[in-house]
């Protein structure tokens, strides 16, 4: 059958292997990748504190003289009132909520000190916030913490084009630096479904991992310097006697730099627990010239597995991306968002994407890898699409997963590391495990990087789902050696469960550096770590 199948060269478009010739373009309404990701429906959402009974630390109460003073500080930048304080309390999700009053909206370093530098004397509690793209409920309030957001840190501070290095403020939406450096011959090492609207500087915070790791690593190795306001603590007494603040100024732009402990590494990942990142230096990667992406149909995932050996050996260093989603996934996304996919019928699917420098080198790489494929029965259907109208369509179908998902009630979200020959057992294990008490369970994720998204959804949300789902999923990622959160962080929803990723020592060390930082806790509490006493 395979060698019936017509790869043709150079087509975008390719025939499958059971004879259908593929729509070119899939649906001529079906939208590229979304410039922000949708509003995740209308439903009014449980105060976080309610539905998980949590207990308020003992901060201070915002008073009357305190927004006051941030009035005088950010003249016609601080929001109040319900109605236009409430998008910033409710995560994207819709599955956290918090009862802030206020919110800030600095524009520089030295504002964001002088504002933690109030609220540390203060003792009022802060919750850093981006584009409130997060998926653990990290970005926003738990009780009534005050919400510094960075929306108005949006200045590109410097581009050097012959280092390939960006400097910018925090507040930057990740899309528009893409956009920025495109135009320069130049890309962002990092890109994620919420391109539209988190910022650099969350993703920094959250050490965001996205669909690019595969070819250009993790934040932790493109990040170059960052600049971090700090609380006035007893760590760091040399800021406390800047009269405008404390920041810690780490914004190099050097490749190399021994000098000491890296402090960076610090807070990159810290979820805004230790510090608020205003600025960012990052290494960007020249723009590759040519670009294509395979969209293909597999019988098992022993074969996604074997395809992905296959396809890292054969396209060697061009191989950019490797993606892959199971077949709910897919019906979800026709369901809801109604893209339609060119390739069908097949219990998984993987999106390979090369990116390079020679588009016949590339192109003729990809064919014979495909043609390989297909003839030893890895791959049964598939399409290729070289130009980028095309390629955004077949992204779509992988990026919008998280929205689609959202339709279909409550989300329960995991993103699990795990060693990649057992990822998908976990999807299967737990759908075994629950049976009719969820409505779907799926995975998709970053095979090539080891990341397993997994979701499960149900009307509305329970507790006694989340029992039969939680701490098991944990445990079998514990006895895997895996991680419990390979990209999103830990934020509110997971920090009680760190514990099955690393040893206590670990989290003690943490929680001091954390007090070192932050004596009085007010950085996003009830975020990343558990509460000292319970570890
Ligand atoms: O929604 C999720 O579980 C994953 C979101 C994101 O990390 C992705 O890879 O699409
Ligand atoms: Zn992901």
Redesign the pocket.
């Known amino acids: 059958m395979a060698a019936a199948v017509v790869w043709r060269r150079g087509a975008a478009w390719l025939r499958s292997c059971r004879g259908k010739v593929l729509r070119r373009g899939g649906s001529p309404e079906t939208p590229g990748v979304p410039r922000a990701r949708g509003c995740a429906g209308s439903r009014e959402v449980v105060p976080t504190c309610e539905r998980y009974a949590v207990r308020r630390l003992p901060f201070g109460r915002l008073a009357d003289g305190d927004v006051a003073f941030f009035e005088r500080l950010l003249p016609g930048r601080v929001v109040t009132g319900e109605e236009e304080v409430k998008p910033f309390n409710v995560d994207w999700l819709k599955s956290v909520r918090g009862c802030s009053q206020l919110v800030l909206k600095p524009q520089t370093t030295a504002e964001v000190s002088q504002i933690l530098r109030y609220c540390h004397e203060r003792n009022l509690a802060v919750s850093p916030q981006g584009g409130n793209t997060g ?1 653990v409920g990290g970005s926003v309030p738990v009780f009534d913490e005050i919400i510094l957001s960075t929306a108005l840190m949006n200045q590109i501070i410097s581009f050097d084009k012959v280092s390939g290095i960006l400097v910018c403020q925090a507040g930057c939406v990740l899309e528009r630096l893409s956009e920025y450096l495109e135009e320069q011959g130049f890309i962002m090492p990092l890109d ?3 391109k539209g609207s988190c910022h650099i500087g969350g993703n920094v915070a959250t050490n ?4 690019r790791l595969l070819r250009y690593g993790s934040l932790r190795g493109t990040v170059l310097g960052l600049e971090v306001s700090l609380c006035c603590s007893s760590a760091a007494p040399v800021l406390q006697v800047l009269a405008d603040g404390s920041a810690l100024d780490c914004l190099t732009s050097l490749r190399k730099d021994n000098t000491g402990y890296d402090l960076k590494q610090l807070f990159i990942g810290s979820e805004g627990t230790l510090g608020v990142i205003t600025a960012v230096s990052i290494l960007c990667p020249q723009k590759p010239k040519a670009v294509n992406v395979a969209f293909l149909g597999c019988q098992s995932f022993a074969k996604v597995l074997e395809t992905f050996t296959t396809c890292r050996a054969m396209l060697g260093e061009i191989l950019s991306a490797y ?1 892959f989603m199971d077949e709910k996934c897919m019906e979800l996304v026709e369901t809801h968002l109604k893209l339609s996919s060119p390739v069908a019928g097949s219990p998984f699917y993987v999106l390979i994407e090369t990116s390079g420098s020679n588009s016949t080198h590339d192109e003729e790489k990809l064919n014979s890898f495909l043609e390989q494929a297909m003839a030893s029965g890895l791959v049964t259907d598939g399409t290729v699409a070289t130009d980028d109208k095309k390629i955004k369509v077949l992204w779509s179908l ?2 919008r ?2 929205e689609a ?1 959202t339709h279909e009630g409550y ?1 329960y ?3 699990i590391s795990l060693p990649v020959g057992k990822l998908y057992d976990l999807v299967t294990d737990m759908r075994a495990r629950l049976g009719q008490s969820a409505k779907n369970v799926v995975g ?3 095979l090539g990087d080891g ?1 397993l ?3 499960i959804t149900a009307e509305s949300y329970s507790h006694s789902l989340l029992d039969a789902i939680e701490p098991f999923v944990y445990e079998w990622t514990a006895r895997c050696s895996g991680s419990i959160s390979a ?2 962080g830990l934020g509110f929803k997971k920090r009680q469960f760190i514990q099955y990723s690393k040893p206590r020592e670990a989290v003690v060390l943490m929680q001091q550096f954390k007090a070192m930082l932050d004596p009085k806790g007010i950085l996003n509490p009830y975020k990343t770590l558990p509460e000292r006493s319970t570890c």
Do not use: P, W
């Not at 965001?208 to 669909?211: P, S, W």
């Open positions: 998926l994620l479904g919420a965001a991992g996205g669909l993606e992988r990026e997963i998280t998902l989300v979200k995991y993103d998709y994720g970053h990341n998204h997994l979701n990209e999103h």
